[in-house]
């Protein structure tokens, strides 16, 4: 097993080659449920990061701007935050910085597991959308992961632009699928080049004014029937 270090401004990532899910899902369940401690498996690697406030910004503008929109809009979702996707049939698992659930059926799911309270993620099914904020190059093939849970939409943002992409084509176990840069989303009408707008070039400095002016213009978007498309 080698390793490898990256220490951004923003974040601090150190990676494990040659890991074996059991060494993952150990160190999962033992790591307490609030933490900066952030880990991802993608079958062969192994990557432990501590997040940064920069880091945390972006994830908290990217939600606040996926959800100022579906609310205007009158999108139904459900978000399930930076829940750890462990998945151990597929031998792989990560936290998002942001995940929601936009399918009728994966909600009904997701309504009723959480007012019985559950925890336990098996019962739930993966997310619709996930977030990835990369503010620093990851040492796991973080993309792989969410095609293997089969995540039909990816946001990444690497301080720069925000990237919105599709799951397209393969399957779990042969991670065959792949991400294709679309542009825009599927279930919310904001395209790659709005969301960049609103975490690059709006001033984000009081965050309340700023999603006022998210759901202002939210306001003057295109409703699809029920929401998504």
């Known amino acids: 097993m080698s390793i490898a270090t990256k220490a951004p401004v923003s974040e601090t990532r150190i990676g494990f080659t040659g890991v074996g899910f059991d060494v993952y899902e150990r160190l999962i369940r ?26 945390d910004h972006y994830g908290r503008l990217l939600d606040r701007l996926i959800t100022a ?9 459900q978000a399930l935050g930076e829940t750890t996707w462990i998945r151990p049939e597929i031998e792989r698992g990560l936290e998002a910085d ?14 009723e597991l959480l007012c ?3 925890n336990d993620v098996a019962g739930y099914p993966n997310p619709d959308l996930a977030v990835e904020v990369d503010i620093s190059r990851p040492q796991t093939d973080r993309p792989a992961i969410y095609a293997a849970l089969e995540v039909p939409e ?10 919105i992409a599709q799951l397209s084509g393969g399957t779990p176990l042969a991670g065959s ?16 080049s ?4 609103w975490l690059v070039s709006e001033d984000t400095r009081d965050m309340d004014a700023w999603e006022e002016r998210v759901r202002a213009w939210a306001e003057l978007l295109p409703r699809a029937e029920g929401g998504g498309t």
């Not at 033992?30 to 997040?51: F, S, W």
């Not at 942001?98 to 309504?111: E, I, M």
Request: proline share 4%; charged share 25%.
């Open 116 to 118: 019985r309270n559950e």
């Open 98 to 111: 942001q995940c929601y659930v936009f399918d009728a059926g994966k909600l009904a799911v997701v309504d």
């Open 30 to 55: 033992a790591t307490p449920a609030r933490t900066a401690v952030r880990m991802a498996y993608d079958g062969k690697d192994l990557e432990i990061m501590v997040k940064g406030p920069v880091h």
């Open 177 to 192: 699928g792949q991400y294709v840069d679309t542009g825009r989303s599927r279930w919310i009408p904001v395209t790659a």
């Open 194 to 197: 709005d969301a960049t707008r």
């Open 154 to 163: 990816l946001w990444t943002f690497d301080s720069e632009r925000v990237t």
């Open 69 to 77: 929109v579906a609310v205007v809009l009158g999108i139904r979702r």
